[in-house]
């Protein structure tokens, strides 16, 4: 599980079609096998056991053939005659005559009784007891015909005895015809089988040569039921056709047939399939290793664009030219991008529009009417005498020196972390302690306000020798509503309350008292010792009712 | 002296005939039940009269059979074959009392066979295998074949100790087996049981050699 949590997805995507792949093929690979070689093996077996049934029939054609031969033979008068002279002498010439007349391997001619009378081999002595020989038995017991195979000597041989009648019953003729190697070799070839005769105990004959005789075993059971045998030769389909015969055991022709000859058109078979199975098996494997490669490419995209994303590049896009899962996803991808794109370029407008805090603050606390009670210092700033500049320049390059003023007097307000409230013509007014927390707002209201003359001072500077500007500046501490003012769908970040107010007043007061910067009391008793400031006495500030105290910097450069 | 003996000879056989005796008795089975066509004859040989001429029998052929089937006769009788057939009989016998063949006979009368010595003859046609007939040749002319019931009657048996056989064409049982010894007197035993093992659809080798002789 770690290998597999641990590997790239391109490894796992091909690793499973592999496998998937591997695995129908050896699956299906498996079952025409299984399928192919089930129907060779009944087919073979089929073959088998027909052979079997020809077998037999073959060997009933034989004994028909052996009889009939015989009963034509014993219908013949002469040795009818000839044995009606029960002369041993007389009939082993006619044994031997008539062995050769019919072809046959062995010829005994009997008394009634079933004494043996002349046997063409020479073998049997005359007088020799025959009656209890298989075939003679019954025929004699049944004045018919009857034929066996049987042992005489040491080979096996069909046999059939007919009763000569004269016309009762005046002797036998005996015929057989040896079962041997060559009968056996002649059935191979009849049947297409290897036929061998043989007993628990003997082997009689055979169609194999002798090295394979000896690795031929009777099986303890199971006849007539096919099995395989593995002999020099190969692997082969044995089947144990139970042979009538009269021997002390029973005799059974052992039917084989070659196992891998029958079965080389399936080898073949299953070489054409494992090749086929090969290249199909290529063909997956370079399949897989596409759509692995499909699969994981456009990912490795994606991973390129995030880390891009995450440099900052936010302008960096996925090439798109799918409409699958992972075109949706490069689509869905690239609209992140664009909306994280427009939400930073808004947010650095909003940070031109209102201060940064301010939007910081807005940004964190959402959109909502209402606000809150703070204390907060209030800084207004003007620039004096506007209406007259205002005359003296044209509209464009009064908005440049508005712009240049503005700007200064902002960015020292800034440097103090003051917010630029908002401008109103030549107007600025500021916030310090809202919507941050500053404890020393109106220490820096004042420091702001130091910071501001002297940007003044160098505007002037640089626009000598034109009129030097000059500006009132009035700063009061107190507690302000501070909060998102307006409508729902409009509002601003403003401070409201008396000391907005208040400031402003003391703004407009500064070219009455004659100096740059007018402050309250509460602002004053903020401010550390460093700061100098004067008493300027108390004034009725209208709208409040209670008389203000006034003061100003003294020294403000001493700081 | 012989026309004494000739004498004599006519006196003994008058005596004879004046003193036989007629036997009668059954022939049965094994289980009882009377066999038919089965001869009875007395197995003491009687010396035929001298000059009287040998007799003769007929063994026919008709419709691809013999008729009778079995012939019992006397010894030395002579037997004619006629063919009573419109096709050729290849009549013979291969047996030792009387070995002939008489070849492709059609219409016309072969010479008689004498059969000059006691036994069973087996006669079958060479060109027919089915045709099969029985001749029994008997030391006497005393015998009998026994009627549908078995029973029979043998005339003309000599007085004194007599020995008399019985014997069937499908009778197992050897004919000293089915022999009886009796002796005949003013009153002949009556009611002479033999008793045969016959298998009627068996198949039997015909005798040869001096087996089976009666």
Request: aromatic share 4%; proline share 6%; net charge negative.
């Given at each position: 599980?770690?290998?597999?949590?641990?590997?790239?997805?391109?490894?796992?995507?091909?690793?499973?079609?592999?496998?998937?792949?591997?695995?129908?093929?050896?699956?299906?690979?498996?079952?025409?096998?299984?399928?192919?070689?089930?129907?060779?093996?009944?087919?073979?077996?089929?073959e088998l056991m027909v052979t079997g049934e020809v077998f037999q029939q073959l060997l009933a054609e034989r004994e028909e053939r052996l009889m009939s031969n015989s009963i034509l033979l014993t219908g013949d008068f002469a040795l009818k005659r000839a044995l009606a002279t029960y002369d041993p002498a007389t009939l082993a010439t006619v044994a031997v005559?008539?062995?050769?007349?019919?072809?046959?391997?062995?010829?005994?001619?009997?008394?009634?009784?079933?004494?043996?009378?002349?046997?063409?081999?020479?073998?049997?002595?005359?007088?020799?007891?025959?009656?209890?020989?298989?075939?003679?038995?019954?025929?004699?017991?049944?004045?018919?015909?009857?034929?066996?195979?049987?042992?005489?000597?040491?080979?096996?041989?069909?046999?059939?005895?007919?009763?000569?009648?004269?016309?009762?019953?005046?002797?036998?003729?005996?015929?057989?015809?040896?079962?041997?190697?060559?009968?056996?070799?002649?059935?191979?070839?009849?049947?297409?089988?290897?036929?061998?005769?043989?007993?628990?105990?003997?082997?009689?004959?055979?169609?194999?040569?002798?090295?394979?005789?000896?690795?031929?075993?009777?099986?303890?059971?199971?006849?007539?039921?096919?099995?395989?045998?593995?002999?020099?030769?190969?692997?082969?389909?044995?089947?144990?056709?139970?042979?009538?015969?009269?021997?002390?055991?029973?005799?059974?022709?052992?039917?084989?047939?070659?196992?891998?000859?029958?079965?080389?058109?399936?080898?073949?078979?299953?070489?054409?399939?494992?090749?086929?199975?090969?290249?199909?098996?290529?063909?997956?494997?370079?399949?897989?290793?596409?759509?692995?490669?499909?699969?994981?490419?456009?990912?490795?995209?994606?991973?390129?664009?995030t880390r891009e994303v995450l440099r900052g590049n936010l302008e960096h896009r996925v090439a798109v030219a799918r409409h699958d899962e992972i075109g949706t996803l490069a689509t869905s991808f690239n609209e992140m991008t664009g909306g994280l794109e427009e939400r930073a370029r808004i947010r650095a407008m909003i940070d031109k529009v209102v201060s940064?805090?301010?939007?910081?603050?807005?940004?964190?606390?959402?959109?909502?009417?209402?606000?809150?009670?703070?204390?907060?210092?209030?800084?207004?700033?003007?620039?004096?005498?506007?209406?007259?500049?205002?005359?003296?320049?044209?509209?464009?390059?009064?908005?440049?020196?508005?712009?240049?003023?503005?700007?200064?007097?902002?960015?020292?307000?800034?440097?103090?972390?003051?917010?630029?409230?908002?401008?109103?013509?030549?107007?600025?007014?500021?916030?310090?302690?809202?919507?941050?927390?500053?404890?020393?707002?109106?220490?820096?209201?004042?420091?702001?306000?130091?910071?501001?003359?002297?940007?003044?001072?160098?505007?002037?500077?640089?626009?000598?020798?034109?009129?030097?500007?000059?500006?009132?500046?009035?700063?009061?501490?107190?507690?302000?509503?501070?909060?998102?003012?307006?409508?729902?769908?409009?509002?601003?970040?403003?401070?409201?309350?008396?000391?907005?107010?208040?400031?402003?007043?003391?703004?407009?007061?500064?070219?009455?008292?004659?100096?740059?910067?007018?402050?309250?009391?509460?602002?004053?008793?903020?401010?550390?010792?460093?700061?100098?400031?004067?008493?300027?006495?108390?004034?009725?500030?209208?709208?409040?009712?209670?008389?203000?105290?006034?003061?100003?910097?003294?020294?403000?450069?001493?700081? | 002296?012989?026309?004494?003996?000739?004498?004599?000879?006519?006196?003994?056989?008058?005596?004879?005939?004046?003193?036989?005796?007629?036997?009668?008795?059954?022939?049965?089975?094994?289980?009882?039940?009377?066999?038919?066509?089965?001869?009875?004859?007395?197995?003491?040989?009687?010396?035929?009269?001298?000059?009287?001429?040998?007799?003769?029998?007929?063994?026919?052929?008709?419709?691809?059979?013999?008729?009778?089937?079995?012939?019992?006769?006397?010894?030395?009788?002579?037997?004619?074959?006629?063919?009573?057939?419109?096709?050729?009989?290849?009549?013979?016998?291969?047996?030792?009392?009387?070995?002939?063949?008489?070849?492709?006979?059609?219409?016309?009368?072969?010479?008689?066979?004498?059969?000059?010595?006691?036994?069973?003859?087996?006669?079958?046609?060479?060109?027919?295998?089915?045709?099969?007939?029985?001749?029994?040749?008997?030391?006497?002319?005393?015998?009998?074949?026994?009627?549908?019931?078995?029973?029979?009657?043998?005339?003309?048996?000599?007085?004194?100790?007599?020995?008399?056989?019985?014997?069937?064409?499908?009778?197992?049982t050897a004919i000293d087996a089915a022999t009886q010894r009796l002796t005949i007197g003013a009153a002949p035993p009556s009611d002479v049981t033999f008793t045969l093992a016959v298998r009627p659809d068996k198949a039997r080798p015909a005798v040869h050699g001096g087996r089976g002789n009666p």
């Amino acid at each position: 599980m770690t290998w597999w949590a641990t590997r790239r997805l391109r490894t796992k995507i091909f690793v499973a079609i592999a496998a998937l792949v591997v695995g129908l093929l050896l699956a299906t690979l498996w079952l025409v096998e299984q399928a192919v070689s089930r129907q060779a093996e009944r087919s073979l077996t089929h073959e088998l056991m027909v052979t079997g049934e020809v077998f037999q029939q073959l060997l009933a054609e034989r004994e028909e053939r052996l009889m009939s031969n015989s009963i034509l033979l014993t219908g013949d008068f002469a040795l009818k005659r000839a044995l009606a002279t029960y002369d041993p002498a007389t009939l082993a010439t006619v044994a031997v005559n008539y062995r050769e007349r019919s072809g046959v391997d062995l010829l005994w001619i009997l008394d009634e009784q079933g004494q043996m009378l002349a046997d063409a081999a020479g073998r049997e002595p005359a007088g020799s007891k025959a009656a209890d020989r298989p075939a003679v038995a019954a025929a004699r017991e049944t004045g018919k015909p009857a034929a066996a195979i049987a042992a005489v000597g040491d080979g096996l041989v069909q046999l059939v005895a007919v009763p000569v009648l004269g016309p009762e019953m005046i002797g036998l003729l005996v015929l057989g015809t040896a079962i041997d190697d060559a009968t056996a070799r002649d059935l191979e070839t009849r049947t297409g089988s290897s036929v061998t005769f043989l007993t628990a105990d003997r082997l009689f004959a055979s169609s194999w040569d002798p090295a394979t005789r000896g690795r031929l075993v009777l099986p303890t059971s199971g006849g007539g039921v096919p099995y395989l045998t593995t002999l020099p030769s190969g692997r082969h389909l044995s089947l144990l056709v139970p042979v009538a015969a009269s021997l002390a055991s029973p005799l059974h022709a052992l039917v084989q047939r070659s196992w891998d000859e029958a079965l080389a058109p399936l080898r073949s078979l299953r070489r054409r399939m494992a090749l086929i199975g090969f290249g199909a098996l290529l063909v997956a494997l370079g399949v897989g290793v596409a759509i692995a490669q499909g699969v994981t490419a456009p990912i490795v995209e994606l991973v390129t664009a995030t880390r891009e994303v995450l440099r900052g590049n936010l302008e960096h896009r996925v090439a798109v030219a799918r409409h699958d899962e992972i075109g949706t996803l490069a689509t869905s991808f690239n609209e992140m991008t664009g909306g994280l794109e427009e939400r930073a370029r808004i947010r650095a407008m909003i940070d031109k529009v209102v201060s940064p805090e301010v939007a910081h603050e807005l940004l964190a606390r959402g959109l909502t009417l209402g606000g809150e009670l703070r204390e907060v210092t209030v800084l207004f700033a003007d620039l004096r005498d506007s209406t007259a500049i205002g005359e003296r320049l044209t509209p464009t390059a009064l908005l440049e020196l508005l712009n240049a003023f503005l700007s200064r007097m902002a960015h020292a307000i800034e440097q103090e972390r003051g917010i630029v409230d908002k401008y109103v013509g030549d107007e600025i007014m500021a916030v310090f302690g809202a919507p941050l927390d500053l404890p020393d707002h109106a220490e820096r209201a004042v420091a702001a306000a130091i910071g501001m003359t002297e940007a003044l001072a160098a505007l002037n500077a640089e626009r000598a020798p034109a009129a030097p500007l000059r500006m009132g500046i009035g700063i009061a501490t107190g507690t302000v509503i501070a909060g998102n003012v307006g409508s729902a769908e409009r509002m601003n970040y403003t401070v409201l309350g008396d000391v907005v107010n208040l400031a402003a007043r003391l703004q407009g007061m500064t070219k009455e008292h004659e100096v740059g910067m007018l402050m309250n009391e509460a602002t004053q008793a903020a401010l550390p010792a460093r700061f100098a400031t004067r008493g300027l006495g108390t004034v009725t500030v209208r709208g409040r009712a209670a008389p203000t105290a006034l003061y100003t910097l003294d020294h403000p450069r001493s700081s | 002296m012989p026309r004494l003996v000739a004498l004599i000879g006519i006196v003994l056989l008058c005596s004879a005939s004046a003193h036989a005796a007629e036997l009668r008795g059954r022939v049965v089975a094994s289980d009882g039940t009377g066999v038919a066509g089965a001869v009875v004859f007395l197995r003491t040989p009687v010396p035929p009269p001298p000059g009287v001429p040998p007799k003769s029998a007929v063994m026919d052929q008709v419709d691809k059979q013999f008729v009778p089937r079995v012939l019992p006769i006397t010894v030395g009788t002579e037997v004619r074959f006629p063919n009573h057939d419109q096709i050729h009989h290849h009549v013979y016998s291969f047996s030792r009392v009387k070995t002939f063949d008489l070849p492709l006979s059609k219409g016309e009368e072969a010479p008689p066979v004498v059969f000059d010595q006691p036994g069973v003859v087996k006669v079958g046609c060479n060109i027919h295998d089915w045709m099969m007939g029985v001749i029994l040749v008997v030391p006497s002319p005393v015998f009998a074949t026994t009627d549908d019931g078995g029973a029979f009657t043998l005339r003309d048996v000599p007085e004194g100790e007599v020995a008399i056989g019985a014997w069937h064409d499908a009778s197992e049982t050897a004919i000293d087996a089915a022999t009886q010894r009796l002796t005949i007197g003013a009153a002949p035993p009556s009611d002479v049981t033999f008793t045969l093992a016959v298998r009627p659809d068996k198949a039997r080798p015909a005798v040869h050699g001096g087996r089976g002789n009666p």
